[in-house]
């Protein structure tokens, strides 16, 4: 079993390729949840539904967000309405989240709400939230503080980050079922999403970040920061507000506790020869995903160096 | 003032030629609310929305509800998800139910929902729900009871009927306005509406009834009976179901205690010259509304009648 923590576009395109490469009832995500608001009354999951539409083959290619081929009707006339209109719903979109409010209005758990969601659309992997507790990522900046979705699309991520928090984690407890996955995992692959903001809320989720500690499997990152910035998205910004190098020493601070092995772009090349923690391996590939073979090629390249060291780190024993 | 009660597809007909007939100003449709419901977690008022829609110069004309050349892209992934599909909702129609149900779970009235909503839309008619308490139209069949969207819609009204009974009406109120524009109207006009379902549930609200003894100006019903039966829909076998005849005498005998003239068509001349109800006119007029064109037509023939008999009955006094 492969067990993959992901949020965020560069989380969905690694998830893609992990579907071509592994089979998908021996995959299970583990994803954000902190990002998730209400919009229009409906409880939105952005992270849950990216990673429901990349394994249902139902992700838009163009976006990397929302359903492929979607049109935006319904929006656009929110928008004569007076409506909010800054977070942009599909028609086609707009089912899962209709969906999943009336399941939790009428009691289910986020969890089962996803489950339900995942098999009607034919997705066989497994797709677990962080939690079933509500948490929300807030961002802290000169302006106010704001939730995710009104930081990153409403505001275009382009305020200073005084700093993140993430409300209701501290009482949140882990999905059924993720504490069991890491434990009995092959692998945990952390993808390369933000680690602050994708990874960061399911870390904080108590449990989860000594499940890992604790996991007899190989724990692998694949770095989001390729040559001291971002490949897309403010987690340069991000993590520079928390206190971390935007370098993939900083990436490898952020994991230190549990991070047995780091995948870095080949342009760090020389950083990574810099960087020397015990106990962490460092490994360099071409880690830009442009198409669907870069995608499936990454995750093939991640599973072999998990599989590498599982299988030694059994010789030994 | 001109007022008009109103429900169903041929209720918006006739608004929808009354447009054409009155400045949107002069003009307030009282609109029943007993078919509203929830659907897809959903505050959906069917009659609200038609007559917004006809007024806003939306309404389909092929379907006689929902919106102009909307798709349906929500409704056809909701089915994947394997959630109800029975009620059609387009995309663009979904926005309307949003809106209306955000501000309802904020505390908003129906009336106030209804206002913004077509305010926004350019609607400058007054359009009043008959009231903002919960009623519902609940249809007895062999069956079982159901609500009238699941007997007129998802039943296709093919049971047979024993009852009719609007739930929550004897508590409650009309809508702010109602009971006023009655009694300041230059004619109340009952569109040719389902008398059982569309302009039943509007009469059992408390008050409005009483209010259409005491108008000062006449009411002016147009039967949605025409040579027996009905022009569209189940209102003959509701009537029959409720006790009355499907005839003109049935729609006179259903508005007995307050109509002063009833319009049938041209086919029931002879049963308008046997109809001897003291007080009741009858006018026999072309009532089919195929075209844009018969609609108008149709709205100024009433408003002739109405206006005359307003300026006979001021020659009187």
Redesign the interface.
């Given at each position: 079993m492969i067990v993959v923590f992901t949020g965020g576009t560069g989380g969905a395109k690694f998830v893609e390729g992990l579907q071509r490469a592994v089979p998908g009832d021996q995959l299970t995500c583990i994803v954000n949840t902190g990002d998730d608001f209400k919009w229009?009354?409906?409880h939105i999951s952005p992270d849950l539904d990216s990673i429901t539409y990349a394994l249902a083959g139902r992700l838009s290619p163009e976006r990397g967000w929302g359903?492929r081929d979607?049109?935006f009707?319904?929006l656009?006339?929110?928008r004569?309405?007076?409506?909010p209109s800054w977070f942009q719903v599909?028609?086609?979109d707009?089912?899962?989240h209709?969906?999943r409010?009336?399941m939790l209005?009428e009691g289910k758990t986020l969890s089962e709400a996803t489950a339900?969601?995942t098999e009607?659309?034919g997705v066989n992997a497994r797709i677990l939230p962080m939690t079933d507790s509500p948490v929300e990522t807030r961002v802290e900046t000169p302006d106010g503080e704001f939730n995710f979705q009104e930081y990153f699309v409403k505001r275009r991520h382009q305020d200073q980050v005084k700093s993140v928090r993430f409300d209701g984690a501290a009482k949140a407890q882990p999905a059924p079922g993720v504490v069991d996955a890491i434990h009995s995992a092959h692998a945990v692959i952390l993808a390369p999403s933000n680690p602050i903001t994708s990874i960061g809320p399911i870390l904080a989720v108590p449990g989860i970040r000594e499940a890992l500690r604790a996991a007899p499997a190989d724990v692998l990152a694949i770095s989001p920061i390729v040559a001291n910035s971002a490949v897309s998205g403010p987690a340069g910004a991000l993590m520079a507000a928390q206190g971390y190098c935007v370098s993939i020493a900083g990436v490898a601070q952020v994991y230190a506790d549990f991070l047995d092995i780091l995948v870095v772009d080949q342009r760090d090349a020389d950083a990574a020869r810099e960087l020397n923690r015990p106990g962490l391996r460092v490994h360099c590939e071409d880690t830009i995903m442009r198409t669907l073979d870069d995608k499936a090629r990454l995750a093939q390249t991640v599973l072999a160096l998990a599989y590498a060291h599982h299988g030694s780190a059994s010789d030994r024993s």
């Open positions: 229009w009354g409906l359903v979607d049109t009707f319904c656009q006339t929110m004569e309405l007076g409506e599909g028609d086609r707009l089912a899962i209709l969906a409010s009336r209005a339900a969601i009607k659309l």
